[in-house]
């Protein structure tokens, strides 16, 4: 079975940094699209960033952008997402997610078959 692992999460102050890593559990990884989502208790999963395979393309919701940065090592099957600048709001449960349907929108979860168990921010005011 594919599976996704995340890692990072942790309790930092507002304006801290974090590196959050989700490591793909198998090669194919390196040829999927890889996004990162947020979700807060009460609401769905928020699209936060998106990688194409080989890097060159990436995309960022507007609550993110210029704040945090997606990139991957295809050699570690790994896809990042540094954090800097970090808020309250930005606390909740980050997942990565891979194998996005063929037609899918990155920003849309129900379009993604494959998602890792979780890691959690929390930022501290």
């Known amino acids: 079975q594919r599976r996704l692992v995340e890692s990072g999460g942790d309790s930092v102050r507002a304006g801290g940094s974090l590196r959050l890593a989700c490591k793909g559990l198998?090669?194919?990884?390196?040829?999927?699209?890889m996004s990162w989502f947020r979700q807060v208790p009460g609401k769905g999963r928020e699209g936060l960033a998106s990688?194409?395979?080989?890097?060159?393309?990436?995309d960022y919701s507007d609550s993110v952008k210029g704040r945090f940065t997606i990139s991957r090592d295809n050699r570690e099957t790994t896809v990042f997402l540094q954090m800097n600048n970090l808020q309250p709001e930005d606390s909740g449960m980050y997942y990565c997610?891979?194998?996005?349907?063929?037609?899918?929108?990155?920003?849309?979860?129900?379009?993604?078959?494959?998602w890792g168990q979780g890691t959690r921010v929390t930022v501290a005011s």
């Open positions: 997610a891979s194998d996005l349907r063929i037609g899918g929108a990155w920003r849309e979860p129900n379009d993604y078959m494959t």
């Open positions: 198998d090669y194919m990884y390196s040829l999927q699209d």
């Open positions: 990688i194409n395979p080989d890097g060159s393309i990436t």
